[in-house]
Each structure stands twice: as structure tokens, then as C-alpha cells.
């Protein structure tokens, strides 16, 4: 028999396993005043070893025995190249029948899928070949990480996580879960979660911030597909419970710009946030004394701040705010599914809404103007009025009596058909219009606005009555109370000295 010394050439066969991840368990969801606590357990960090077994055998196939010193290296080729991180010593190896196990203290950045050898070195004798590392079957999956969809996915009926991840870090950009895709296929997601729970809690994506920092999110989600159906975020159940979310997100930060959920599309026809369900597509909820919830802001020419669609309410929101929306249109709501159907309900103990800017109310069937709530001060009807040429704001008008329904300019003192003024003089609109360009123009019936005056028999001062005067057009002070009855068109508002003619502010009570 050869000795040990003898040995020339020997035979390795070898097991590698590489251990890739952590398990993790959850004890049931416990849910207090519409919050979730999801407590987290993770087992020890992953250690950077390997385990390797191998077989050892003389030129003769005889299997060695007794304590052996052994060298490992690293290769990143299989008979040249460089090596990889530096030997490790392994003295006195118990081998029985040949067959060894040895742990291997490798460093961790070598296995990012490229192929690596090991070096064998017995009783100072190097081996060849070297041998190629090969992953168990499950690691092949870890190797196609940046190129595929990745699910934490779990099928049961009490509280457990597909996947759950934990961050502590106590400042700069730190994330529980971070998702990006950049893939220019359908169907791109940067994070997708998906449970199927027969009951109880069930949520498609979790995410909880406790920052008290600015810009921190429970869920950030990002997506840069180039075409087909992309998401930043993108949650789904099937659950049938009532606490079933495809997107739930919670932030309890005490200070600073804080969503709870956050979303945001760049897209010309994208939507910030998609939420279709079979009850409630979206509901959001601040318990912030000043928070809002919702807050939707749209840019573009064609942009929409809220849109939303429900077989009963388009959107129904609660909060010292119900609803804020900004945009070319800030809130759009749709009533479908029968007459009696209602886009919007507001519903507010000082204001059921409060509405910034002009206020437009449409005809239901034909989309026609009918009621324009605006800045002005007068209450105003749109006529149409006859006779030749342009006629001024400011113009006092008197009924048409060859033309049933419209006005004409006045033209004769104490004119008991007096109307109205043409409004809009010296830029005061009207802070009500009815038939909104539906007529040639907007007369004012009642409030305050500018109107053309004659003083050229009588000076005018605040709260002299009117009537109309033989100038086209113009109001007069009244001077015959006895033929002033019914021809009444206001007070004045403003001096116009004796001999002089212009607008003045005038309140109209028609009398």
C-alpha cells in the first residue's frame, strides 16, 4: 500500500450548500382605534460560510483516514484567472473512509452569479482540477433577481406575511421595502402584493413609517415602464372582510410633509393614484387635527385633481376639510346608475362646500349653461335685446312689448316697463347668472351695479330714487314721485353733480 506521502492524485466529490434567506413569523395583527400593529420577529443574520463536504482517496482508491491539513482558495476561472478573497487554513481534519466536512468562512460579495472554483491544497499537495461551486437547486431563483417580478405570497386563513422587511435606521434615506422597475414590458411593477385571505386582516402591501422627518411614506413605489399598464404602486385582495385593502398605508409622523399613501404620475393620461373596488374605490382618513384626506393636485391642460365613479356617491369624504382638490379640474364627481343618482353630496355644519373661484351648474342632458356663481355683486338673467347695434354695459333696459320676452333701450321718462341694467360696466361681474351665455346679454335685476345716469336737469346723490329719461340708455332722479310709481329702476349709490352724465354705482330695486 502507498503511503500518504505517495499520494499523486486525488479524488474530490463535494456537497456545497449555500443558505439565502431568513424565516420570518408574525403573531396576530392586533388592531386598535383603526390602526395596525404588525409585530415583527426575524431569525439570526445569515452567516457568511459555506458548508463543504468532500472525499478523499490515494492514486490507489484507497479512502484516507486520520487528521489532515487542508487549504481552500477561490477562483474565478478554472485553471487560471485570479483568485478570490484570500486561503483559508483548515488543520487537522478528522476524515473517516476518506469523507470530510469542513465549514468555509467565504466573503459574500464573490457570489453575485458569477461561476467560482475551488482550490484544494491536502498535507501541502495541490489537487487538480478544481472544482466548479454549484448552487442548490432554489439559489438558481436569487441569481435572476434584477430581471423578474418578485412575490411575498402566502394562502391562509390566519395572519401571516409573505414577506416582511425591517429597517431601524435612525436617518438619511432609509427604506423598509424599495421597488423600481425599469422595464419597458407590460405589466411593470417596482412592488406588487398580493393576499388571498379566506379572513380577518388582509392586506396587499403594508407600509408604516413612524418618521417624525420630512418626505417620509409608508409606501413609495416607483415604475418607468415605457408603454403598456405601468404602476408605482400596485395592491390587490380578494378577501372578502370589511377590512380587506389592496393598498393600505399609515404614517404617525408628528411633524412634516406625511403621506400615508403617496402617489404621483408623470404621465400625460396617468393617474396619481388607481384605487376600483366592488364598495369604496378610495378611502382616506386624517385624524391629524389640520390633515386632509385627500389632497389631489392635477397640472396639464387636462388635468383632473379627483376623479372618481361609485354605483352610490362619486366621493364621499368626511374631515374638517371633506374635500380639497386643485387642478384645471379640482374634483370631478359622477352620479350613474339612475335618476337619482348624485355626483357630489357635501354636506358641512358652517358650509357644506367652499368653493374658490366662479361656480358653473350645467343643464343634466345637454351639458348647456345655466347658473354661473361668480364675484360680483349683482343678481343678474340673460335677455335677449332687440333693436340695431351694440349695446354697453351699464344700459338701462325696458321690456319689449312687440317681442315677448325680450328688452329693448329705454328711450322715455318713467317708463313703467323698465327692466333692468346691461351688466358688466367698469368690470363688475355678477355674483349671480342665470342662462349664462345663453342670451345676448346679462341684465342685472337686482344688487349693485354701474349704471349710466343724465344729471342734466337734476344733481344726483346717494339714495336719490331713479327712473329712466328721455336719453337712451340713461337713469334719472326722480323728481315726480306721483308718475315715479312702478317705473322705479333703484337708489343711487354715488354723487353726479347737476349738468353731468356717467356711470355711477347704482342699487338696483326695481319698484
Same mark, same amino acid.
Given at each position: 500500500m502507498r503511503t500518504r506521502r505517495e499520494m499523486t492524485v486525488v479524488m474530490v466529490t463535494a456537497l456545497m450548500a449555500l443558505v439565502l434567506v431568513a424565516g420570518s413569523s408574525v403573531a396576530g395583527p392586533p388592531v386598535q382605534d383603526g390602526q395596525v400593529s404588525l409585530p415583527i420577529t426575524l431569525a439570526g443574520t445569515v452567516a457568511s460560510k459555506i458548508s463543504y463536504q468532500g472525499r478523499l482517496t490515494d492514486v490507489s482508491g484507497n479512502p484516507l483516514e486520520g487528521s489532515h491539513n487542508l487549504v481552500f482558495q477561490l477562483w474565478d476561472d478554472a485553471t487560471a484567472g485570479n483568485q478570490v478573497g484570500s486561503n483559508i487554513v483548515k488543520t487537522n481534519v478528522p476524515m473517516s473512509s476518506g469523507l470530510f466536512t469542513v465549514e468555509l468562512d467565504v466573503p459574500q460579495a464573490a457570489f453575485n452569479g458569477q461561476a467560482l472554483w475551488l482550490r484544494i491544497q491536502v498535507d501541502g499537495q495541490w489537487l487538480s482540477p478544481r472544482q466548479e461551486l454549484l448552487p442548490v437547486p432554489y439559489a438558481l431563483y436569487a441569481v435572476n433577481v434584477p430581471q423578474h417580478d418578485h412575490f411575498g405570497q402566502t394562502w391562509s386563513g390566519s395572519a401571516v406575511s409573505g414577506l416582511q422587511v425591517l429597517n431601524t435606521a435612525s436617518s438619511g434615506l432609509t427604506s423598509g421595502l424599495h421597488g423600481q422597475s425599469d422595464s419597458s414590458s407590460d405589466w411593470a411593477r417596482g412592488v406588487y402584493g398580493y393576499t388571498s385571505a379566506a379572513s380577518g386582516l388582509t392586506i396587499g402591501v403594508y407600509g408604516e413609517t413612524e418618521s417624525s422627518s420630512d418626505q417620509s411614506r409608508g409606501v413609495f413605489g416607483r415604475a418607468r415602464g415605457l408603454s403598456g399598464a405601468t404602476y408605482g404602486v400596485y395592491g390587490r385582495t380578494d378577501s372578502s372582510s370589511? =377590512?380587506?385593502a389592496g393598498v393600505y398605508? @399609515?404614517?404617525?409622523a408628528i411633524s412634516g410633509t406625511t403621506y400615508g399613501v403617496y402617489g404621483r404620475s408623470d404621465s400625460d393620461d396617468g393617474y396619481g393614484g388607481l384605487f376600483v373596488a366592488h364598495r369604496t374605490g378610495m378611502r382616506a382618513q386624517s385624524v391629524a387635527l389640520s390633515g386632509t384626506?385627500?389632497? +389631489?393636485?392635477a397640472g396639464g391642460s387636462n388635468g383632473t385633481g379627483v376623479y372618481a365613479e361609485g354605483g352610490a356617491y362619486g366621493v364621499h369624504a368626511e374631515g374638517s376639510t371633506?374635500?380639497?382638490?386643485?387642478?384645471? $379640474?379640482?374634483?370631478?364627481?359622477?352620479?350613474? &346608475?339612475? +335618476? =337619482?343618482?348624485?355626483g357630489l353630496e357635501a354636506t358641512g355644519e358652517k358650509y357644506a362646500a367652499i368653493f374658490r373661484g366662479t361656480v358653473l351648474v350645467q343643464e343634466?342632458?345637454?351639458?348647456? =349653461?345655466?347658473?354661473? $356663481?361668480?364675484?360680483? *355683486? !349683482?343678481?343678474?338673467?340673460?335677455?335677449?335685446?332687440?333693436g340695431q347695434g351694440e349695446v354697453e354695459p351699464g344700459t338701462v333696459l325696458v321690456i319689449d312689448l312687440d317681442n315677448p320676452g325680450t328688452l329693448s333701450v329705454s328711450d322715455r321718462p318713467y317708463d313703467l316697463k323698465v327692466a333692468g341694467i346691461v351688466a358688466g360696466a367698469r368690470g363688475l361681474g355678477s355674483g349671480v347668472r342665470l342662462g349664462v351665455d345663453q342670451y345676448d346679454y346679462d341684465v342685472? *335685476?337686482? &344688487?349693485?351695479? @354701474?349704471? @349710466?345716469? !343724465? +344729471?342734466?336737469? +337734476? &344733481?344726483v346723490e346717494p339714495g336719490d330714487l331713479l327712473t329712466t329719461s328721455a336719453t337712451p340708455g340713461y337713469a334719472m332722479k326722480v323728481t315726480d314721485f306721483d308718475r315715479a310709481q312702478g317705473a322705479i329702476l333703484g337708489k343711487a349709490m354715488e354723487r353726479l353733480a347737476k349738468g353731468e352724465r356717467g356711470l355711477i354705482l347704482v342699487l338696483v330695486t326695481l319698484q
Open positions: 370589511n =377590512n380587506a398605508g @399609515y404614517t404617525s384626506g385627500v389632497h +389631489a393636485v371633506g374635500v380639497y382638490g386643485q387642478g384645471i $379640474l379640482g374634483v370631478r364627481a359622477i352620479g350613474t &346608475g339612475s +335618476a =337619482n343618482s348624485i343634466f342632458s345637454t351639458g348647456a =349653461n345655466v347658473i354661473e $356663481l361668480g364675484e360680483g *355683486l !349683482d343678481y343678474a338673467e340673460g335677455f335677449d335685446v332687440s342685472a *335685476l337686482a &344688487g349693485r351695479v @354701474y349704471c @349710466y345716469v !343724465d +344729471a342734466s336737469e +337734476a &344733481g
